[in-house]
């Protein structure tokens, strides 16, 4: 255990795309604990395309980062000092962390993970928030019924592999719109779903409708802009829209235009509605159970895309915006081991 900590602050606010310029890594001892808190050694830190939004400095579902303060994200790790009554050194423990080799938490917001029941990374992806913001998604606004068709736009990221394929489960006929032929073929190939749309070379609308013939019943929207616009005209009377993302449009200096969308949803009577995962917090035993039900029985699986080394994680964090990622994004800080 060292008694230097490396954190990653952010120093300036993006303009378009992030750089390595907004962020400084800076050395810092090993904080110490107080009476009710656990200091955590992290194994995991996650990136995610929300991240976005909070280095822009405008408040939106929740505070922006503050300049030349760590950043914070999904992280898991192993307590390693104890003040806690409720958690033991060694524990393996989730939360909302920071980007840094060691952690200090009063143990409210840390959830216990098994590394017996699976890979203790899969606790920030499948079987964590990112599987969380799928289920309920997909569940509770899109509501599956078998037959349906359901298209999923950012279909091979983290969030879009797992909707897909629990609309299968489901029973749902699956259409992946994706921006290379190797995600689109591990789509098909591995997760079943039974078309996809490479929007990098095709013509999104046109592709559509001939792989829609029935048209859609579902939209799990991850991306916005004009692929979404292309899906619009394509709705089944009393389709149902789920936005989880916008992540065409997170690095806009400017907010983009588009065809206004309110007369498909009258002709359609078509719901379109916004969430964000903590919406669900009080049922998020049930998720995390099911999925691990789905996960245990071989019905879900999962690609994580790992970078290694804390003084990696922007560059691993940039790459969601360039495509770089099939299924989740992680940075392996420290080795299970």
């Given at each position: 255990?060292?008694?230097?900590?490396?954190?990653?602050?952010?120093?300036?606010?993006?303009?378009?795309?992030?750089?390595?310029?907004?962020?400084?890594?800076?050395?810092?001892?090993?904080?110490?604990?107080?009476?009710?808190?656990?200091?955590?050694?992290?194994?995991?830190?996650?990136?995610?395309?929300?991240?976005?939004?909070?280095?822009?400095?405008?408040?939106?579902?929740?505070?922006?980062?503050?300049?030349?303060?760590?950043?914070?994200g999904g992280v898991v790790g192993k307590i390693i000092e104890s003040k806690n009554e409720s958690f033991q050194v060694d524990d393996i423990v989730e939360g909302h962390l920071n980007w840094a080799d060691y952690s200090v938490s009063n143990g409210k917001t840390l959830r216990k993970v098994d590394p017996d029941l699976?890979?203790?990374?899969?606790?920030?992806?499948?079987?964590?928030?990112?599987?969380?913001?799928?289920?309920?998604?997909?569940?509770?606004?899109?509501?599956?019924?078998?037959?349906?068709?359901?298209?999923?736009?950012?279909?091979?990221?983290?969030?879009?592999?797992?909707?897909?394929?629990?609309?299968?489960?489901?029973?749902?006929?699956?259409?992946?719109?994706?921006?290379?032929?190797?995600?689109?073929?591990?789509?098909?190939?591995?997760?079943?779903?039974?078309?996809?749309?490479?929007?990098?070379?095709?013509?999104?609308?046109?592709?559509?409708k001939e792989k829609c013939p029935d048209g859609v019943d579902i939209y799990f929207d991850n991306v916005g802009g004009d692929i979404s616009d292309a899906v619009m005209s394509l709705l089944n009377f009393h389709a149902r829209i789920a936005v989880c993302g916008i992540i065409s449009e997170y690095n806009n200096i400017?907010?983009?235009?588009?065809?206004?969308?309110?007369?498909?949803?009258?002709?359609?009577?078509?719901?379109?509605?916004?969430?964000?995962?903590?919406?669900?917090?009080?049922?998020?035993?049930?998720?995390?159970?099911?999925?691990?039900?789905?996960?245990?029985?071989?019905?879900?699986?999962?690609?994580?895309?790992?970078?290694?080394?804390?003084?990696?994680?922007?560059?691993?964090?940039?790459?969601?915006?360039?495509?770089?990622?099939?299924?989740?994004?992680?940075?392996?800080?420290?080795?299970?081991?």
């Amino acid at each position: 255990m060292s008694n230097s900590n490396r954190e990653f602050l952010l120093v300036s606010r993006p303009h378009g795309i992030p750089t390595d310029e907004n962020f400084k890594l800076e050395i810092n001892s090993r904080p110490v604990i107080n009476d009710g808190e656990v200091l955590v050694e992290t194994n995991y830190l996650s990136v995610d395309p929300y991240m976005r939004g909070r280095m822009s400095g405008v408040k939106t579902y929740t505070a922006p980062y503050e300049l030349n303060k760590v950043l914070t994200g999904g992280v898991v790790g192993k307590i390693i000092e104890s003040k806690n009554e409720s958690f033991q050194v060694d524990d393996i423990v989730e939360g909302h962390l920071n980007w840094a080799d060691y952690s200090v938490s009063n143990g409210k917001t840390l959830r216990k993970v098994d590394p017996d029941l699976a890979p203790i990374s899969s606790a920030l992806g499948v079987v964590g928030m990112t599987g969380l913001t799928a289920y309920f998604g997909l569940l509770d606004i899109g509501k599956p019924k078998e037959g349906e068709t359901v298209v999923v736009s950012g279909a091979a990221g983290a969030v879009g592999t797992i909707v897909g394929q629990i609309a299968k489960i489901y029973g749902c006929r699956v259409v992946g719109i994706a921006g290379s032929n190797e995600k689109n073929k591990y789509l098909e190939d591995e997760l079943g779903f039974e078309a996809t749309i490479n929007y990098k070379t095709e013509n999104v609308k046109e592709a559509l409708k001939e792989k829609c013939p029935d048209g859609v019943d579902i939209y799990f929207d991850n991306v916005g802009g004009d692929i979404s616009d292309a899906v619009m005209s394509l709705l089944n009377f009393h389709a149902r829209i789920a936005v989880c993302g916008i992540i065409s449009e997170y690095n806009n200096i400017k907010p983009s235009t588009g065809p206004r969308i309110q007369r498909y949803l009258l002709n359609r009577s078509a719901l379109m509605k916004a969430y964000i995962v903590r919406d669900y917090h009080e049922r998020f035993d049930e998720g995390y159970e099911q999925l691990g039900e789905w996960v245990k029985e071989g019905k879900l699986t999962y690609r994580e895309n790992i970078i290694n080394g804390l003084e990696n994680a922007p560059q691993a964090f940039l790459g969601l915006f360039h495509g770089k990622n099939i299924g989740k994004q992680l940075v392996c800080v420290r080795s299970e081991s």
